[in-house]
Structure formats: C-alpha cells, structure tokens
C-alpha cells in the first residue's frame, strides 16, 4: 500500500522559514521521482519542485533561490526547504510520487504566511 505522508506546514510571518517533510513507503522510493505541488484557493494546483531519481532539479520560477528540494532515500523522505516566506506562498502543498507511469498523491500539509 503506497503511503506518502506531509509534515511541517503551518503558520509563519513573512520573511520566515519552514521545512515540509513526505514520508514514503509502500513502493521503491529511489526510482520514484519526486515532487512537491501546491494549491491556494481558487488556484489550480501547481508543480513548485521535483527531485528526479539521480538528483537533479527543477523549480518553478515564483520559487527559485527560495525553496530547495531534497530527498533522503536511506529514509524515503523528500523535503522541501521553505526560506523568505512570502504571502503568496500561502497554500496547501501535496508531495508527489511517479514511479513506471504510476502518480501517487499525499493529503497535503497546510502552509499560511501572514503577519
């Protein structure tokens, strides 16, 4: 049973810093390649980064020299480093899995930024 489970949104003030965690399992995470999505209200969900199996990049361009993503696949975890926070980050960010054609989705992990 494929699980991908978000952690690490919430409140912060603009100009601040968090970290998204996604926990994998349920499939072999070091062939997945990996990503983050958001969704604000109102808006269609949108790719912010993904980390492809041997590592390398790619960001949307409203996130680049912000947010870096990574993953660990000693723990099958994918990260997302949030910093300068802006208010028009405020959203809810899914982790996503492709692995052989095949698209796994998280709940999501809400992330507001507002002083």
């Known amino acids: 049973q494929v699980r991908l489970v978000e952690s690490g949104g919430g409140l912060v003030q603009p100009g601040g810093s968090l970290r998204l965690s996604c926990a994998a399992s349920?499939?072999?995470?070091?062939?997945?390649?990996m990503s983050w999505y958001r969704q604000a209200p109102g808006k269609e969900r949108e790719l912010v980064a993904l980390?492809?199996?041997?590592?390398?990049?790619n960001y949307a361009d409203s996130v680049k020299g912000r947010f870096t993503i990574s993953r660990d696949s000693g723990k099958n975890t994918v990260y997302l480093q949030m910093n300068n926070l802006k208010s028009e980050d405020t959203a809810v960010y899914y982790c996503?899995?492709?692995?052989?054609?095949?698209?796994?989705w998280g709940q999501g992990t809400q992330v507001t930024v507002s002083s």
């Open positions: 349920g499939f072999t995470f070091s062939s997945a390649v």
């Open positions: 980390v492809r199996t041997y590592g390398t990049t």
């Open positions: 996503q899995a492709v692995r052989l054609g095949v698209i796994y």
